[in-house]
């Protein structure tokens, strides 16, 4: 029974640990010849048919459809569910662009960290359109991450690539907590693997021609495509979607904690397979930003 019961927080933390390679995948494909658009297009179109195939076998294996009207009360009260979805895929999207170009520019530990702000992000969004304001702890959690953010961002203001990659890295933050709350008030109507299915394909057919203008879709050689793979089967598939299914078992308090894997094993990997230290400074930031988006989440 035990054992039970820590099987959805195990399977969060490999979950956030796989997800923290997608800057590595980036990094590397981008060295292959493919550009930050192209990965995101590839990521989700490499992805988007073996969902469609989960989603359908589990549809066969009994999993009944729930209604697809409005969606009444919730943060986006009368939105349909196709409108749910375009919201959420347009903004994973978007968030994708953005958190590519953050990974090109900026370090990986910082594009990873800046985009996780989201939690903060959606409690704002929370705050501004129910009108309900937040506890005392969130206050302390928003102040720790936006001085943490600081320090992290500080080191690159003499950089000018670097500090647009900061920017991005933390625009991303933004469409990422759209995409979250377009995802919250859709699982009220469909289950984890449809859902994912259709934003897949539609953040597929925003990427796609971005990526056509950006003009560097296809890899130099071989090892490209492997790095294209690793994006879509295991940070899409292995990470985002067995993330979505380890929080639907978990309380709020112990999935904000597994979740925190990500940036951290992102800031591991790429010191360990790209070189990428940090600094005192980053290293103090980085802790803080950490603090505030695990208060934030509880």
């Known amino acids: 029974m035990r054992h039970n019961r820590r099987m959805p927080f195990v399977t969060l933390l490999a979950g956030g640990a796989v997800l923290g390679l997608v800057g590595i995948f980036v990094r590397l494909a981008g060295a292959d010849g493919v550009g930050p658009f192209a990965a995101a297009f590839w990521r989700m179109a490499m992805a988007t048919p073996l969902l469609v195939v989960w989603a359908w076998w589990s549809e066969r294996a009994g999993a009944a459809s729930p209604p697809s009207g409005p969606v009444r009360g919730g943060l986006l009260p009368g939105w349909s569910l196709p409108g749910l979805i375009a919201l959420a895929a347009t903004a994973f999207a978007g968030d994708l662009i953005l958190f590519h170009l953050g990974l090109r520019w900026s370090t990986v530990a910082n594009a990873t960290l800046e985009s996780n702000l989201a939690p903060l992000v959606v409690t704002l969004a929370l705050w501004a359109l129910t009108r309900v304001p937040p506890r005392p702890s969130f206050v302390v959690a928003l ?42 008030q859709a699982r009220q109507r469909l289950g984890t693997l449809p859902l994912m299915a259709w934003i897949s394909a539609g953040a597929t057919l925003a990427l796609w021609p971005m990526a056509l203008l950006e003009g560097q879709l296809w890899p130099h050689d071989a090892m490209g495509w492997v790095w294209l793979v690793g994006l879509a089967l295991l940070v899409q598939i292995g990470g985002q979607v067995v993330i979505a299914h380890a929080v639907k078992h978990l309380e709020p308090a112990r999935a904000s904690v597994g979740l925190l894997v990500q940036p951290a094993t992102s800031a591991l990997y790429a010191w360990a397979f790209l070189g990428e230290r940090l600094g005192a400074l980053q290293a103090a930031g980085g802790a803080l930003v950490l603090a505030g988006i695990y208060l934030a989440r509880r």
């Open 143 to 184: 102040v720790a991450a936006l001085l943490g953010a600081l320090l992290v961002i500080g080191a690159h203001l003499g950089h000018r690539r670097s500090l647009l990659g900061d920017l991005c890295g933390s625009a991303s933050a933004l469409f990422y907590a759209a995409y979250q709350i377009g995802v919250q």
